[in-house]
């Protein structure tokens, strides 16, 4: 355990780390605050596999209070054998965050995101796309549904919300750290090089002619031996659901644009059995992930 | 179309609708704000037919600036029908408003819960209950996921987050005027009076027991005539996902507490098929609200 504890909020170190709340100093330094124990512990995690196996860590700075770390075991363990750990006060954790309260914990990280060719190489049975989705709790969260999903990466299209911002970070509750994420993608190359890949590509769309439950149903009877191949053309237009899939999900104010509606093979909605109008984007990409995750898996 | 535009924001009239961004008006005085072209739509549309049926009004108040109406033929139409539309301009929408720009129009309209003798009379086959959900943005999502899925109300027990919190209203974007909603239930009478009533009540647990796709396989299975009983019972603990049923979703931070759980038939996962070590309320109850719409109804 290192003995000095950092205790002045106005040091330069701390205003270093403080900066990685702006975009324009995250893209310098390629680098994003992590906060929290939840996203810290996972952090760490991620950390300690990449080192055991020889590769780049996935933390380099770690701040945290004693407190915090008594409080969390594991974590402590996990951030004494970095040996990058400082003990600091609640003052210069505040004023190192973007929460008020980090409850105790800031782990400065490099960037993760890979490209989007090496997501495809390994053979990828489930990806969310994120077009221009705007809302960084949104992204947060969609991240997190894709990773509960057992999806094998998320995409970002070119303008979409930064996901290394604090409250996207936040909001993926250390999903960030579990699942690739490719950053940046062009929608319509991304979707020609997933389809070479061997992934179908489908939209997300409320308005779209496909219903999500006639695709589930046709997969379960698939599964049983038991569809007819022409009933199958005619409702979910033969479109087999447990196979490799990405989803294309759109910004949450306008949805997806024609162009990108166009991009898909199928354009499917999530079934609206009472009055709304329509789905939020992350519920929307919930249902959509964890259908095809079961019809992929059972 | 009346013809004085109201231009200035301190008057009291707008002192008095901005006031019902706070609890304490919201109560004494049983209204509450809707905010948007979206939130007002819904509201005017509930009062129409409200009217039509002889009934109390679902707006009391309304607001709009010409823009707005010109931009909205519907809303417009709905709006001079109540015979209480006022012009306003954007100052005092703007101050009317807990939004930083309310689009142009804002509604106030009376508080709209109604009691759970009324909700339970109906006969219902699926209810979502809120156990103490805190943040307004996760109950508004989880009532419009509940829209969204057909459930026939929504229940905030006591400890619940203001589901006429501006922003909760915004979340629930206009399923509020949809699904009845019972408000500061006590979770005990609740689940037993549900029970009386022929519904099942399933508790959402992370680390419940039941796995929720095997509650669907099987639902699914008895539909096609092809489950054995002692499998059944085995795998899904017999509960049957196609009947009518309450779910119980907890804290966002906490889950549901132990009492909460063991008030229930049985605690059932949402499988993770991925790393991520639990699943957000929102997502979760979304998740859970569809298989039960999708078993009751296929």
């Known amino acids: 355990m290192p003995s000095e504890t950092m205790t002045n909020p106005r040091a ?49 700075e770690l701040y945290a209070s004693e407190a915090c770390l008594s409080r969390y075991p594991e974590i402590a363990h996990l951030a004494e054998a970095t040996g990058l750990l ?13 929460t008020v309260s980090p409850q105790g914990i800031v782990a400065v990280c490099p960037m993760l995101d890979v490209p989007l060719d090496a997501v495809l190489a ?15 709790g949104n992204a947060g969260t969609i991240l997190r549904a894709a990773d509960s999903a057992g999806a094998d990466a998320v995409v970002l299209t070119s303008g979409s919300v930064d996901i290394y911002n604090p409250k996207a970070v936040r909001s993926t509750a250390g999903s960030l750290f579990h699942v690739p994420v490719v950053l940046a993608a062009e929608t319509a190359a991304l979707v020609e090089a997933a389809r070479a890949a061997g992934l179908g590509v489908l939209a997300a769309d409320g308005a779209g002619p496909l219903d999500l439950d006639i695709l589930q149903d046709e997969s379960a009877a698939r599964r049983a031996g038991g569809v007819q191949a022409s009933d199958a053309v005619a409702a979910g237009g033969g479109y087999r659901l447990e196979g490799p899939t ?6 949450e104010a306008q949805g997806l644009s024609e162009a ?3 991009l898909a093979d199928h354009r499917v909605a999530v079934p609206l059995y009472g009055r709304a109008e329509s789905l939020n984007v992350g519920t929307a990409a919930t249902v959509c992930l964890y259908a095809s995750a079961r019809s992929q898996r059972r």
Chains 1, 2 share one sequence.
């Open 246 to 251: 990405a989803w294309l999900f759109g910004n």
């Open 12 to 60: 330069d170190r701390v205003r270093d780390v403080a900066k990685l709340a702006t975009r324009t100093a995250r893209n310098r330094r390629r680098q994003f605050l992590a906060e929290g124990p939840q996203a810290v512990r996972e952090a760490l995690r991620l950390d300690a596999a990449r080192r055991a196996d020889g590769k780049e860590p996935a933390v380099v």
């Open 260 to 262: 990108e509606k166009a």
């Open 86 to 98: 400082r003990l600091a006060d609640d003052d210069v954790l505040a004023a190192m965050a973007d």
């Open 122 to 136: 390994a053979r990828p049975r489930l990806i969310a796309v994120m077009c221009r989705v705007q809302d960084p």
